[in-house]
């Protein structure tokens, strides 16, 4: 009927073929390793050694890891379609503080309190990074793999040149980053900035913002008050916009910049001073990628005589198992294992933020980032907080960033602006 | 009897396939984002409350939405008006091209086979006050360059240039296609009763092209209304929402605030506002073809 003759379709060959396919078919599910999806960002699959370590884990368990990689907005909402839909694709997510909300526990994600006793050196986390995951039903839903703190960054070699200080308060910042703004060629355009921020409307645009907020004993929330229209929230408001319009030490494009133009403009020696993670100066000290090579150097952000916290911008990243998890165990598995101080060991060397106390005098940690800076980001860590976990913490920081650009644009004082967003951060509580 | 009757469902029938993957495809969705829109709805966790019509009182009385509606349709114009006369000039001059037209019309349409997110990348360096190309070569010409995308003042022409140069080659491929379409014997015509090219090109191949026209400005309206991803990457709606267009809102609304019920709202009247839009075009586009 189909043109085939009887002896031809049924020779040996053919049915050893088809015999070796149908068992080849069988036996693939039963040998493959078990499999999980991890939505992460690309630096956590860098500092994994792109990969390695996630190999040595299958060698180890025979769990295979997937990871899907996206920018920190895009993983929020991939997440976020994860829970509304109730889908399982990915077994692990991975969300920043500044992403998650505290009200997303134990209902979206698996609660992981009662599997805590397996974890023998539990006292090992960072007490502040594990307890900044604890939803507000009081259960905890995330292990921490890496941790960030805003420092000052500035370049040794200008500071060196014009004779300057390392600056201890915002007032001496001000004035080293006046001195540092400068027309180098004479050809009546700056060249090099004093200082670079992340001045794009959004969320990294909040990170710059805490860096001074807290310097300036500021604050979102007190309890349930919102106070970041207090005099300190004000006053933080009005030095980026006074360093954007009044003593115009930033470059031109700052209002467009993230992360990256920021990196950029230091690595090509266009801003002398910076407020980022401090993960950033170790690829701004390694010659194949940065004009500045040896001469980056960090310290603790500046601070507000008397009233400054010690520290700025502090965040942290942490793995989250979906509660739709089909594969609970190995999901579970994975997230002890690269949240674990042996892994944490091998993160710290290629520049991931510690979450182990172990960490910081492991030898790793310290060659990765040199013993004067690792000595600074423990000290900073030592009084540093992550901001109090809330269940409208991103969309408050959304509220601050539209207001900070009415503010740098000069259609609202800093004062209207953060009283403005502080009335709408209100009305998001209610 | 049975069989006439069988032939008149003939056209329903072939068109089932197409309905069962464009109703829960598109149809669907389009009524359930209606649905939503009076909700107020927190996403996550997922929080409904109905709320009749408050959802569009709450966005009319909102000043920013006005902003943005101004933004999206100055955008809008600005682009489609620029892209048509810059494309129609380009599609002219193409189509009397002897020499290289593989050559040349594979290197205009560069633009719109790149992916969004790269060339907004692109300019996003290229538009760069300090580093950026733009302003190199201007202060090679001792003028100081704007701030561009980083200064509300210039930020939305910025994204308009960005928005024109990636949408035009549709624009000149498609009156391309058209001026190649038309009859030779209008132009030998007009050629003996010694008309000049300028009249040629008015009286003659504009009003031949009028079909054609309505189209490319009828789809050019509606992609441009809807422009997302140039804006998003280069400004992401800023300085100070200067380039918050519609699209850029309902986005910020959702997935910035998780507020369901407001972007359903706003989605449905940037429907309501292409769908406004297209009647216009479709009534003079089907006067066009009776004409």
């Known amino acids: 009927m189909f043109g085939f003759s009887k002896s031809k379709w049924c020779t040996k060959k053919t049915a050893f073929f088809l015999t070796v396919m149908i068992i080849f078919l069988v036996l693939t599910p039963l040998a493959s390793a078990t499999k999980i999806q991890w939505l992460a960002h690309p630096v956590h699959f860098a500092v994994t050694g792109d990969g390695e370590l996630l190999k040595q884990f299958q060698e180890k368990t025979g769990i295979e890891v997937v990871p899907v990689l996206y920018g920190v907005d895009v993983i929020m909402e991939k997440a976020m379609m994860e829970m509304l ?4 694709t990915f077994d692990v997510i991975s969300l920043s503080n500044t992403t998650w909300r505290n009200d997303l526990g134990s209902d979206v994600f698996l609660e992981l309190d009662s599997r805590i006793s397996e974890i023998e050196d539990y006292d090992d986390y960072v007490p502040g990074l594990i307890e900044a995951f604890r939803a507000a039903d009081g259960k905890l839903v ?18 060196n040149e ?11 910042f001000v004035s080293n980053a006046q001195a540092l703004t400068k027309d180098t060629t004479g050809d009546g355009v700056v060249d090099v900035y004093g200082y670079a921020f992340m001045g794009k409307e959004g969320s990294q645009l ?8 807290y310097p300036h004993g500021g604050a979102f929330f007190d309890g349930d008050k919102v106070v970041v229209n207090n005099e300190a929230g004000v006053e933080a408001a009005a030095l980026l916009t006074d360093l954007l319009n009044v003593y115009k030490v930033v470059p031109a494009g700052t209002l467009s910049y993230t992360s990256s133009e920021v990196k950029t403009a230091m690595q090509e020696g266009l801003a002398a001073m910076t407020t980022l993670w401090w993960q950033y100066n170790i690829d701004w000290n390694k010659p194949e990628l940065s004009k500045i090579a040896g001469n980056a150097r960090m310290a603790k952000l500046p601070q507000k005589p008397d009233k400054g916290l010690g520290y700025g911008h502090m965040g942290c990243w942490a793995v989250f198992i979906d509660k739709n998890c089909k594969e609970v165990d190995a999901a579970w598995e994975f997230i002890k294992f690269i949240s674990s101080a042996e892994a944490q060991k091998y993160m710290v060397a290629r520049g991931n933020g510690p979450t182990r106390l172990s960490s910081f005098q492991s030898e790793e940690f310290i060659n990765a980032v040199g013993p004067e800076a690792a000595q600074i980001i423990a000290d900073v860590y030592a009084v540093g907080k992550m901001p109090s976990p809330s269940p409208i913490f991103p969309e408050a920081r959304e509220t601050v960033a539209r207001e900070l650009h009415q ?22 509580i209610q | 009897m049975a069989s006439r009757k069988f032939n008149k469902s003939i056209p329903y029938l072939l068109i089932l396939p197409a309905l069962a993957i464009i109703f829960p495809l598109l149809i669907y969705p389009v009524f359930y984002n209606v649905y939503l829109s009076f909700f107020s709805w927190k996403v996550l966790p997922p929080a409904f409350n109905f709320v009749k019509l408050q959802n569009y009182f709450d966005v009319f009385n909102n000043p920013v939405f006005w902003n943005s509606v101004k933004i999206t349709l100055q955008f809008t114009g600005i682009v489609v008006g620029i892209q048509f006369v810059l494309g129609l000039g380009l599609a002219y001059l193409l189509n009397g091209q002897k020499f290289a037209k593989q050559t040349t019309r594979s290197i205009v349409l560069i633009p719109y086979i790149s992916a969004p997110a790269i060339i907004s990348l692109i300019w996003r360096l290229l538009w760069d006050p300090d580093l950026g190309q733009i302003n190199q070569i201007l202060r090679f010409f001792g003028i100081r360059g704007p701030g561009w995308i980083a200064d509300p003042a210039t930020s939305l022409f910025s994204v308009t240039v960005t928005e024109i140069w990636r949408g035009i080659p549709f624009v000149i491929l498609v009156l391309l296609a058209g001026l190649q379409a038309l009859p030779d014997e209008p132009y030998d015509a007009a050629k003996v009763d010694g008309a000049s090219s300028v009249q040629i090109f008015f009286l003659i191949t504009v009003p031949l092209l009028k079909t054609i026209i309505w189209i490319v400005l009828l789809f050019q309206t509606i992609f441009t209304l809807r422009a997302f991803d140039i804006i998003w990457v280069l400004t992401g709606g800023g300085p100070g929402g200067s380039t918050q267009t519609l699209s850029i809102m309902i986005y910020r609304t959702m ?6 019920g407001t972007s359903s709202t706003l989605s449905v009247i940037i429907l309501i506002l292409t769908l406004l839009i297209s009647f216009v075009f479709f009534r003079y586009l089907y006067k066009e073809m009776e004409v």
């Open chain 1, 85 to 88: 839909s109730g889908s399982s």
């Open chain 1, 142 to 159: 995330a292990l921490p793999i890496r941790s960030g703190a805003a420092m000052l960054h500035y370049r040794e070699d200008l500071y």
């Open chain 1, 162 to 172: 014009y004779g300057l200080a390392v600056p201890v308060t915002i007032d001496e």
């Open chain 1, 206 to 213: 909040i990170d710059d913002f805490e860096s001074w907020l």
């Open chain 1, 407 to 428: 503010a740098f644009t000069g259609a609202k004082t800093p004062k209207q602006a953060m009283d403005d967003a502080a009335s709408a951060i209100q009305k998001l």
């Open chain 2, 255 to 260: 997935f910035r605030f998780w507020d369901g």
